[in-house]
């Protein structure tokens, strides 16, 4: 498939706003500015990017505790994802969340989640209240290796096949659970294979290669637009940052993380668009530099929002109409 | 006024409702053609088909879990959990999504969504299918919790939780289906958050839910021959909690006792007591008394379920002691 030059620019666009977003987030976190955890996405942003890309604007995305990518891919802003961090009133969900709790409903993201796995039932729930609409959106759920391990994932994929709903299930396979790594949490080699028990296709994609992600995932939408029913499609990725602030990654080696950087998913795409002339060495330096930018931008407006009001503090517990 | 069962008026409730929304569905494990567990669902499948009267798969966290996600895009779901012992596997989508997304999401998303289900004591049925968890709901921030012990309850509860725009447990008792009660022909529903005083009386107030308002109707029937006059309320909302009524009522009556079927310890019987302390210590001229289970988990044994769980006998013992 032929990409538009504006397309693809916008790939590298929203992969670099992931990168140095989640570079400052790591830089905040270690100054104590942001409180709590963050789970860094870095690495694997071609498989938010690639799949979001695959979707209309009206569609709907699940996300999961490392959401950051999904929800700037989704049209997440900065500002307002920034301030959330921060914990502040002018963050997503008035600083009530955090990190793991980003959520835009009204624009397609039903939200990250603390709990893995969580959002596998919930994004099943929503294409079936797509299909009985009769609208023909569809629902990208991400989640990661960790959660194809949970009693949620089985009973959600077989839902979904028996209703065939527009659901495309998008593993995040980076290997680790934690600090636990796939080899000894998982039955199979290739979480794919696993779409077998529940009569659905099921592929294995590159998952450092956007380009390679979003055809793969637009095949499974076209598919469940149709009507034809779920997928499943694993990406291979790896998350360079340790799975939160805490973790001096003992589980693997200095060698295994230089062996994926050498297929870092933004330079190789860099790459590609220098060598095939989308793009100059001048038009990428400009674009990283008005994208620190509105980082830096998107934290200024973060650390001098207000925080919550604590008289808010028990608002919204309820709707009270 | 006609007479109907309590599982007729559920139905009644569910079938005005999905006539009157589209986008009300009932989910769960055989809801369709085998018409519910308990009946509640009979006839459903053949009036509305199977695209609103889905039958699932036995996946009660993706039941749960589905409803979610539904009733944050657009729909209201009604989804059945068969028994409420089957809800530990659907608790995570209950507790950390259900319950929680509106809040931590800023206020921005709403979760319009019922999870029907039975609970309690009665038919011998073991400690996978007889406990009385409604204390677990009740804990969880973002949940609503309904326990109608009248057909007349049970009607206008229902249609008012599928119509509220928060989620709601809506608990029902296995031994009231077959119970009769008055259901007027028109449309009504019932407010969230009001108690429901089904016998006035002077001498000590009983506070009871579900089931076990109907054994407390009974030990007042009792009582009265012997000049004991008990007001009976009918909790019906265990959140929202009707505290002004049980107020009102301990002020008059200066005596009170609280029956749950649910286990003593850490059970909402606790909660109402700790509520009457702190707002009402000055009213009482007694301790209150809880009238619970014993804290067991419910044996099969008709002789050990009966002794587990609160009996007209228990109450009335427990009404001479508050009095004395």
């Not at chain 1, 039955?187 to 290669?209: F, H, K």
């Not at chain 2, 006609?2 to 559920?10: H, N, P, S, T």
């Not at chain 2, 001498?203 to 839910?209: G, I, Q, S």
């Amino acid at each position: 498939m032929v990409e538009k030059k504006e397309d693809l620019i916008n790939y590298l666009e929203t992969m670099l706003k992931i990168r140095y977003f989640e570079e400052k987030v790591s830089e905040l976190l270690g100054k104590d500015l942001i409180k709590g955890t963050s789970h860094i996405y870095i690495g694997e942003e071609s498989v938010a990017v690639g799949a979001i890309a695959a979707i209309r604007e009206d569609d709907y995305i699940a996300s999961t505790h490392r959401g950051h990518g999904h929800c700037l891919a989704k049209g997440g802003e900065l500002k307002k994802m920034m301030a959330e961090l921060c914990g502040r009133a002018t963050g997503y969900c008035k600083g009530r969340g955090g990190s793991m709790h980003i959520a835009d409903v009204a624009k397609g993201n039903l939200g990250a989640t603390g709990i893995v796995g969580s959002n596998i039932p919930v994004a099943t729930g929503a294409a079936l209240s797509m299909k009985m609409q009769k609208m023909d959106r569809v629902v990208l759920c991400f989640f990661g290796d960790g959660a194809s391990n949970t009693g949620g994932f089985h009973e959600s994929l077989n839902m979904a096949s028996v209703w065939k709903l527009p659901v495309i299930y998008i593993c995040e396979n980076n290997l680790y659970g934690m600090s636990v790594s796939v080899k000894r949490a998982l039955s199979v080699t290739d979480i794919a294979v696993r779409a077998v028990s529940y009569n659905m296709p099921g592929e294995i994609v590159d998952g450092m290669n956007v380009l390679e992600v979003k055809e793969v995932v637009a095949k499974a939408v076209r598919r469940a637009r149709k009507g034809d029913g779920p997928s499943l499609i694993e990406c291979k990725t790896y998350r360079y940052y340790g799975h939160s602030r805490s973790d001096p990654r003992v589980y693997r080696t200095r060698e295994e993380e230089a062996e994926w950087k050498k297929k870092d998913p933004v330079e190789s795409f860099k790459k590609k668009l220098l060598e095939e002339d989308v793009v100059t060495e001048e038009e990428i330096d400009n674009l990283e530099e008005s994208i620190q930018q509105e980082v830096n931008e998107a934290t200024e407006y973060a650390l001098s929002s207000p925080w919550p009001s604590v008289d808010e503090l028990t608002c919204d517990v309820f709707f009270t109409g | 006024m006609r007479e109907i069962f309590y599982w007729q008026a559920l139905n009644e409730a569910l079938r005005e409702e999905m006539k009157r929304d589209e986008h009300v569905f009932i989910m769960g494990e055989d809801v369709g053609p085998y018409g519910g567990a308990y009946g509640v669902t009979r006839g459903l499948y053949k009036e509305f088909g199977d695209e609103r009267v889905r039958d699932t798969a036995i996946s009660e966290a993706a039941i749960a879990g589905a409803a979610a996600g539904a009733a944050m895009t657009g729909m209201r779901p009604v989804a059945e959990i068969m028994s409420i012992d089957f809800s530990t596997i659907a608790m995570d989508q209950l507790v950390n999504i259900a319950a929680k997304n509106r809040y931590m999401f800023g206020g921005k998303t709403t979760v319009p969504m019922v999870m029907r289900t039975q609970g309690g004591t009665g038919r011998g049925v073991a400690g996978h299918h007889s406990q009385s968890l409604e204390a677990w709901f009740v804990h969880v921030p973002g949940l609503y919790v309904i326990m109608p012990s009248t057909s007349y309850d049970a009607k206008g509860l229902l249609k008012t939780a599928i119509r509220d725009d928060n989620p709601v447990i809506f608990i029902e008792h296995k031994m009231l289906y077959m119970t009769k009660g008055n259901v007027p022909e028109e449309e009504y529903t019932i407010p969230l958050g009001r108690a429901d005083i089904k016998r006035k009386g002077n001498d000590v107030t009983v506070v009871a839910y579900s089931r076990m308002v109907l054994l407390a109707l009974e030990a007042a029937g009792e009582l009265e021959k012997e000049g004991i006059s008990l007001e009976v309320i009918d909790v019906r909302t265990l959140k929202p909690l009707d505290m002004d009524m049980i107020l009102d009522s301990v002020r008059k009556t200066n005596r009170v006792i609280i029956v749950s079927e649910a286990c003593k310890t850490g059970g909402v019987a606790g909660e109402i007591a700790a509520q009457i302390a702190e707002k009402g210590f000055d009213y009482l001229d007694a301790p209150i008394i809880r009238v619970a289970a014993a804290d067991v988990p419910i044996p099969m044994s008709p002789v050990l379920e009966k002794a587990a769980v609160p009996s007209v006998e228990k109450i009335i013992e427990a009404v001479k002691k508050v009095i004395s």
